[in-house]
């Protein structure tokens, strides 16, 4: 299985400061995927990251990729309470047409 | 920004039972899912959809589950029979591209089975 697994599984910070998770997965992947998804709700598509490609930026959002040590990292800088939420990676293989989710980290901003 | 549809939003049924969820994938994709998400658990895959047919499906998706797109907008996974541990949140997603690309997820189907 190439499923992504989060850590921490869960993370309780203030507005403001950074939070950063991390993402390992098990064998070779095409992309990495983050996705965020408030209580109940849906999936919302955060930022891809291809197996060539080391880090990537989007708003407030920093990941980078590290296909030697199978692992990423998600980095929200300046967290805002709007943020709390639990953020999944997904991995995507070559030879496949789907995802593989990990279990996911749950973020609390505290105001 | 163009929407994933799922509906019902919520749907309770008795075990045994048929149930039809229903999505309605952003206008311009080509390439459909199924996901669902147990409480308190992974999402897991389901099934892929390209061209009128499967491109891939998981172990889940037994002969009980099916899907179909019997329109130019709607795409929809049926349980033949359902049981009390499909009971969990089903998530459509359509993709423009496919594989390499971001994924558009709708909120969501509850499913609870009785």
């Known amino acids: 299985s190439q499923q992504g697994e989060e850590d921490p599984q869960a993370l309780s910070i203030q507005e403001g400061e950074n939070a950063t998770m991390n993402c390992s997965y098990k064998?070779?992947?095409?992309?990495l995927q983050w996705y965020r998804q408030n209580s109940g709700r849906g999936l919302v598509h955060l930022i891809l990251?291809?197996?060539?490609?080391r880090e990537k930026h989007s708003g407030r959002l920093r990941v980078t990729l590290d296909t030697s040590k199978k692992s990423s990292s998600l980095l929200i800088t300046a967290s805002r309470a709007a943020d709390t939420a639990s953020y999944f990676c997904?991995?995507?293989?070559?030879?496949?047409?789907?995802?593989?989710f990990g279990a996911g980290t749950t973020v609390t901003v505290r105001a | 920004e163009p929407e994933v549809t799922q509906t019902p939003s919520h749907q309770v049924t008795q075990m045994g039972q048929e149930v039809i969820l229903r999505c309605v994938p952003i206008?311009?994709?080509?390439?459909f899912y199924w996901y669902r998400q147990i409480l308190g658990q992974k999402v897991e895959f389901l099934v892929s959809?390209?061209?009128?047919?499967?491109?891939?499906k998981s172990e889940i998706f037994d002969d009980q589950f099916s899907v179909e797109r019997p329109d130019g907008s709607n795409f929809t996974l049926k349980i033949r029979s359902t049981k009390l541990e499909d009971s969990a949140m089903y998530f459509c997603?359509?993709?423009?591209?496919?594989?390499?690309?971001?994924?558009?997820f709708g909120s969501g189907t509850r499913l609870t089975v009785v």
């Open positions: 997603a359509s993709s423009e591209l496919g594989k390499g690309n971001g994924y558009t």
């Open positions: 064998t070779s992947i095409n992309n």
């Open positions: 990251i291809r197996s060539n490609e």
């Open positions: 997904a991995t995507e293989g070559f030879y496949d047409y789907k995802l593989s």
């Open positions: 206008s311009n994709h080509l390439y």
């Open positions: 959809f390209y061209n009128n047919e499967i491109s891939e």
